[in-house]
């Protein structure tokens, strides 16, 4: 087999192959024995028809599969045998391949880009002061008591509507029927899927009924009424309250079965605050990390690679919305939109993926197994499972290969940040944007 490979672009490439006349006679012979052992023609036993009659009845078929066949293996056998790390499907072009005469096709195709590493230390980063205030903590506790608070349906004619009150509301909209709501739950003072609302509900009765003017933002989920106004109709249907429960030792140990007292729920949560405010402030410390890398080594990325990599993040939000009970189509309408909405993060994603793996093979970083075995066990003790049973589920979807590179990607940013200049700064408020958004 002969192959020439010339260079298209930076990251494309193109492969002439030539396939010598005795290996396209063999792949021949073999289709042709498949057909007559596969398959009955009349007037001969299975396996005896000769093959200017099998040609007869299935040249077609003879043809597409000599033409697969070559172009498949001796594809992948080139590209293997030259080394190309190739990723993407290739173009091929090709005349259709005959017996007795060497066939030649040509494949045009995106590679893996060489990251030629410039730069990936000293760095100036700045990390979060990490702390635990006593208002953090008795923000958690309110947060706490408030789900555990028993709601309770208002029979009172003359109760008045105050700040996290459940409030059960039908919206009519002359002009905007989308708008039309029957027994909507509306909680008091807070945010509502209806801008307004919430703020509305708050002095009314059941019964009362109250016009206002909602003001939908530019990012509003219904697309049609985006940074538009509407006149609605808001009715009280009925009121649920909420009785917040005492905060005594019995409410702790009612909230963690592992703690004996309110003293030890609160220094429990301060524990949980500062783990997280750990995670936040390295996640805010390797997405510098992430930005500096990208803008210090520049190279060529495939368009392939990218989309590839959009397509996969969508997948994923997909299946997390349908884990939750929403369908893609509702929240995201155009699809179209989200997928070169996407596309960005994908390029950062990919870009960082790349130079995290040029360095690791610079420095020589790897998973061991031992490392590999303490990533099981703590995904086996997150969801209750045995190692073994999280290791063959891994292996069956093809995930260990992630947690190794996982274990890798740690080390590198390891190295980094012990090899750059770290500035310590202010904390990180707890559930701010920038921490959601690191988390992400």
Request: charged share 35%; aromatic share 6%.
């Amino acid at each position: 087999m002969k192959v020439e490979i010339s260079d298209v672009g930076s990251t494309q490439k193109e492969m002439k192959v030539v396939v010598p006349r005795q290996e396209v006679n063999k792949v021949t012979d073999d289709i042709y024995r498949d057909i007559s052992q596969k398959v009955m023609i009349r007037g001969f036993r299975k396996g005896k028809a000769p093959r200017h009659i099998i040609r007869m009845y299935y040249s077609d078929y003879i043809q597409n599969e000599l033409s697969k066949k070559l172009v498949q293996d001796k594809f992948e056998q080139a590209a293997k045998e030259q080394d190309l790390l190739v990723v993407s499907m290739p173009e091929i072009t090709n005349d259709p391949p005959k017996e007795d005469e060497d066939f030649t096709f040509t494949a045009k195709f995106d590679v893996k880009p060489e990251v030629k590493l410039q730069k990936y230390t000293e760095f100036s980063l700045k990390k979060p002061r990490i702390e635990v205030e006593d208002g953090n903590i008795e923000d958690v506790v309110t947060r706490l008591q408030e789900t555990y608070a028993t709601i309770k349906d208002v029979d009172d004619p003359e109760y008045v509507v105050k700040e996290k009150d459940y409030v059960i509301v039908d919206v009519t909209a002359e002009d905007h029927p989308n708008l039309n709501r029957s027994k909507m739950t509306v909680e008091a003072g807070a945010r509502s899927a209806l801008p307004g609302l919430d703020q509305a509900a708050l002095g009314m009765k059941v019964g009362e009924e109250k016009a206002i003017t909602i003001e939908f933002p530019e990012a509003h989920f219904l697309e049609e009424m985006r940074g538009k106004s509407a006149q609605v109709t808001m009715k009280v249907v009925s009121i649920k309250s909420r009785e917040l429960p005492a905060l005594d030792d019995e409410f702790a140990k009612k909230v963690r079965p592992d703690v004996g007292s309110m003293d030890e729920l609160k220094e429990a949560i301060r524990k949980d605050l500062l783990e997280r405010l750990e995670v936040d402030s390295r996640n805010h410390l390797e997405r510098q990390i992430r930005d500096e890398l990208i803008k210090a080594n520049p190279f060529d990325v495939p368009e392939s690679m990218i989309r590839f990599q959009a397509a996969m993040m969508i997948q994923g939000m997909s299946q997390r919305l349908s884990a939750q009970g929403y369908k893609m189509e509702d929240l995201y309408p155009d699809t179209a939109s989200l997928k070169e909405e996407t596309l960005a993060s994908a390029e950062s994603m990919v870009r960082t993926s790349l130079v995290l793996e040029a360095i690791a093979k610079e420095q020589g970083y790897e998973a061991t197994e031992e490392e590999l075995d303490q990533e099981l066990q703590k995904l086996a003790e997150r969801y209750n499972m045995s190692a073994e049973t999280v290791r063959k589920g891994m292996e069956e979807r093809g995930g260990l290969e992630e947690i190794r590179f996982g274990i890798v990607e740690k080390k590198v940013y390891n190295y980094i940040i012990d090899n750059s200049q770290v500035e310590e700064v202010g904390r990180i408020e707890e559930n701010s944007d920038d921490t959601s958004a690191d988390r992400s």
